[in-house]
């Protein structure tokens, strides 16, 4: 069997308990290092074999997960976060399913949730924002126009942008164009849950000085938006007036 897991945004206990005992089982690994923290490995068994797959080409990881199949290993393919966001895991599971070989997912922890714990921050605040928008700038891998930063900016809901810490200059002149004022707050969070995490707090206007004072390039998650002010509305859960499935409120509305 092969299984996708997602390891989770850095910090070596942020793996799901599911996700750490397959590591604990598994045969082969084989584990994006660019992004993955190798401490994750530490429970591995000793003849566990691991690729690191920063160094190999989807044919090159295909081949390992084909032959361990073939031998009847347990294979687990370990992606940083959650492998549905940014994993490229659609591409592996279409060709495992071509070779008629079962595969399952182990989600994980996405790094803009750890950049949300990091930032002390609810992306969901009543009279605020009610949407999340996880989104990237265009690079080499490029985004539809449809989806463009300055096109979602116009929605002023939470945005996280992943991808896009070496392009912070034009990543605020998109937002600024799209409607966000140069004021909003924003923050960049490097490398959330790790031991060398920096949370850098700073406005759309500013991201770019902002990251390069700190020495950031990379690693980065870029959040903007005013839940990272400190006005909001009460819940209306936890509302005494407010009557849910659960409690009847100690008065009537209007």
Same mark, same amino acid.
């Given at each position: 069997m092969i299984t996708f897991v997602g390891a989770g945004p850095g910090a070596e206990d942020l793996i799901t308990v599911?996700?750490?005992?397959?590591?604990?089982?598994?045969?082969?690994?084989?584990?994006?290092?660019?992004?993955?923290?190798?401490?994750?490995?530490s429970v591995c068994r000793e003849d566990c074999r691991i690729y690191n797959s920063a160094k190999m080409t989807l044919e090159e990881v295909l081949d390992v997960m084909v032959q361990g199949e073939a031998q009847g290993k347990e294979t687990v393919r370990l992606? *940083?976060?959650?492998?549905?966001?940014?994993?490229?895991?659609?591409?592996?599971?279409?060709?495992?399913?071509?070779?008629?070989?079962?595969?399952?997912v182990c989600p994980g922890v996405s790094s803009f949730c750890g950049a949300a714990s990091a930032l002390h921050a609810e992306y969901t605040l009543p009279g605020v924002s009610q949407s999340v928008v996880i989104t990237r700038m265009a690079g080499r891998t490029p985004v539809p126009e449809r989806e463009?930063?300055?096109?979602?900016?116009?929605?002023?809901?939470?945005?996280?942008?992943?991808?896009?810490?070496?392009?912070?200059?034009k990543l605020s002149?998109?937002?600024? +164009?799209?409607?966000?004022?140069p004021g909003t707050p924003a923050a960049v969070v490097y490398k959330a849950t790790w031991p060398d995490e920096k949370v850098l707090r700073c406005t759309v206007g500013t991201l770019a000085q902002t990251a390069e004072e700190?020495?950031? *390039?990379?690693?980065? +998650?870029?959040?903007?938006?005013?839940?990272?002010?400190?006005?909001?509305?009460?819940?209306?859960?936890?509302?005494?007036?407010?009557?849910?499935?659960?409690?009847?409120?100690?008065?009537?509305?209007?």
């Open positions: 599911r996700g750490q005992n397959l590591l604990k089982k598994a045969d082969i690994v084989i584990y994006a290092g660019s992004l993955v923290n190798p401490g994750l490995l992606h *940083t976060g959650d492998p549905c966001l940014y994993g490229a895991i659609r591409e592996q599971m279409d060709a495992l399913e071509q070779r008629e070989i079962a595969y399952e463009s930063i300055r096109s979602f900016a116009a929605h002023q809901a939470t945005m996280t942008v992943f991808l896009s810490a070496g392009m912070l200059e002149e998109e937002l600024i +164009l799209g409607g966000y004022a700190a020495g950031v *390039t990379k690693t980065a +998650l870029i959040v903007v938006g005013r839940v990272l002010e400190g006005e909001y509305e009460r819940s209306k859960l936890y509302d005494p007036s407010f009557t849910t499935g659960f409690r009847k409120g100690d008065r009537t509305d209007g």
